[in-house]
DNA sequence: TATGCTAACGTCAGCGCTGACGTTGATTCG
DNA sequence: CGAATCAACGTCAGCGCTGACGTTAGCATA
């Protein structure tokens, strides 16, 4: 409010030009010769020149704004797609908004859609879990809201899509353990509703099969969201250590469950890493905190959620845009020492 | 654009009468009588009006658009601040954005300036350490911005505040580990631009003084972010747990020091925590998942959150609001059972 | 009964852009 | 050389609200 803030017609004013043309400038559209343009961006830079976004998004009716829509926005993970989109959204001139939705009810869904409609997007970048939320799914089509999904996997191609390769994670970790001399493997297996949970699960117990192991000694034991936030994954590993081919490793569905396993296996009085090997999934920020520090999978949160960001403030195109992202072992003490070197 | 959405407009027109009637009831104005509102609010409800933010933003040169602003929005206590500001800005027809400040260099404040220019917004939460860079605030006062800190302390009432007692929660872990039978201590200090980190520092060391500690058996290490991040506080607490008087218990600066003050702890072969007893702050998401588990001290986040952004969405009050939040001990094993009761 | 006052409405000009549609002068070509 | 073409601009009516300012009918009051 100190001094007024310059307008579109100010700067016309200056230069002596129509409104029309500036616009035709700052938007980088044709119909200008490059001598005038080089002087309305003159003007523009020193008078400071900026569009207002709320005149722009009510004539144009799009509202450059995008959001991020998950099942909880407090997790290490998302903060990572915070930051790729963000850094995104400022170099385009976007406004980024998050946006939760904790359950799945029906009520959650129409409140979302009723927020939607009142807060219109340019588009929403969807994380995992919640891309494969199909009712979800459904109602963003309806609303026409452009969406990129972060989905482990997208078999039907239902949509614009990034992802990081759980199998190939799974698969490594499940090599690094038998290359390490494990035989014996307990899985600490994701909820179901997670397509994560299963495709983890799935290719670390196919690996090591397929390295030769016994399919009685590769055992799973589901986890599902506790009361107790305080025991993740404690009673669930205790089972799997109380079963007759007691394993000596561990591949936790993520880095939390496997922090859990560490603190049951201290509890129990094991010596870590000798008595028992864990594998986490992630590389959540406190994976090099716990002890020993977790060996686990990075995946390129950032980089997935710049992608998604670049695709929605971009015009849209014609057909179905899918990105995979490569993934990463990341080596600490809690498998320890490595009798042989892992492979790439 | 599947159907149009209505507009205040279609309100009016079914309900036959003009359109600021419909305005005056939806923004509850005075000057409607209780008949018409209701005649109002039935049509409202029934087609389904949402205002358009776009529209009243251009018209009122509000924004409804409120901003968080931090040094490391990945932070597990700025998701807190997240999902807390959140909920009011849902319930209050706000879009919530989010915006990092890395460094405080002045490049980056000129940035920050012109998005805030192009951008505005009717209010800002700033968050910790951020709350205590002036040439920010300077600039935020100069823009005319609202803005609530979350500040550990504020001794001249410069603006709007809310604070965690930071002074309290320090104290009250030292009392903890003194009642336990510590008495030589080591403190893991936090950087001084972190005003928290000070106040933590002097607080605890005071207040150990005050019980009757020996001033030669109180020392404190100065933790500088490191290059590794794998090795947050290692060699600080290798450097505490060198010293002549060494010490039996450790209070860091938060809860990734303390996490690393474990690790470093089990590297050098002592059983924790009867070797050596830990206490964090600010009872971060893997405070439970480490071995101990820390004993640290929970910050009403949420609260916080939830009361600054309720400010920055209600008309502006004359004078300065400030708000202490009270914190309380989170016990855990890290500091080994309990002699006696720790204070309420 | 004339006057003043007020609650309950209505009118209307923008807010700062955009999109559709002019207009003009220079260039090209049959 | 006149008509057609086209790049380079201009004009203008909104987008859906809000804020300032009418208008009117009903009631109290002198």
Redesign the interface.
């Known amino acids: 409010?100190?001094e007024k803030?310059p307008t579109l017609d100010d700067v016309a004013r200056i230069v002596g030009v129509s409104g029309k043309t500036v616009a035709r400038v700052i938007n980088n559209e044709p119909g200008v010769g490059e001598a005038m343009r080089a002087r309305v961006m003159a003007v523009v830079e020193q008078i400071?020149y900026?569009?207002?976004?709320?005149?722009r998004?009510?004539a144009s009716?799009r509202?450059f704004?995008v959001g991020i829509l998950s099942s909880a926005?407090?997790?290490?993970f998302?903060?990572?797609f915070?930051?790729g989109a963000?850094d995104v959204c400022?170099a385009r001139?976007y406004?980024?908004?998050?946006?939760?939705l904790e359950g799945s009810s029906p009520e959650e869904l129409v409140d979302l859609e009723?927020?939607l409609?009142?807060?219109p997007l340019d588009g929403l970048f969807v994380a995992a879990p919640l891309s494969d939320n199909y009712a979800l799914l459904d109602m963003l089509d309806?609303?026409?809201i452009r969406y990129v999904r972060h989905t482990p996997i997208d078999e039907i191609g239902r949509s614009d899509a990034v992802f990081a390769d759980d199998v190939a994670g799974a698969s490594a970790l499940a090599r690094h353990l038998w290359g390490l001399g494990h035989r014996r493997f307990g899985i600490l297996r994701g909820p179901d509703f997670h397509l994560a949970g299963r495709l983890r699960h799935d290719a670390f117990r196919d690996q090591v099969l397929a390295l030769g192991a016994d399919p009685a000694e590769v055992n799973a034991v589901l986890w599902e969201r506790p009361q107790d936030?305080?025991t993740?994954g404690f009673a669930e590993t205790a089972q799997l250590l109380a079963h007759p081919s007691r394993p000596t490793a561990i591949s936790a569905f993520n880095d939390?469950l496997a922090?859990?396993a560490?603190?049951q296996g201290?509890q129990m009085g094991l010596s870590l890493p000798r008595d028992l090997a864990v594998v986490g999934y992630g590389n959540?920020?406190?994976a090099?905190?716990?002890?020993?520090?977790l060996t686990t999978v990075r995946q390129p949160n950032r980089e997935m959620a710049i992608c998604a960001m670049e695709w929605l403030t971009s015009p849209p195109v014609a057909g179905v845009r899918q990105q995979a992202f490569p993934i990463e072992l990341v080596f600490?003490a809690s498998c320890g020492r490595l009798l042989q070197t892992a492979e790439g």
């Open positions: 409010m100190s803030r400071g900026q569009a207002n976004v709320s005149a998004a009510l009716s509202t704004r926005i407090t997790r290490f998302m903060t990572q915070y930051r963000s400022l001139g406004q980024m908004v998050l946006r939760e009723r927020q409609r009142a807060n309806r609303l026409q936030q305080d993740a939390e922090a859990g560490l603190a201290h959540a920020e406190f090099r905190l716990t002890w020993p520090p600490r």
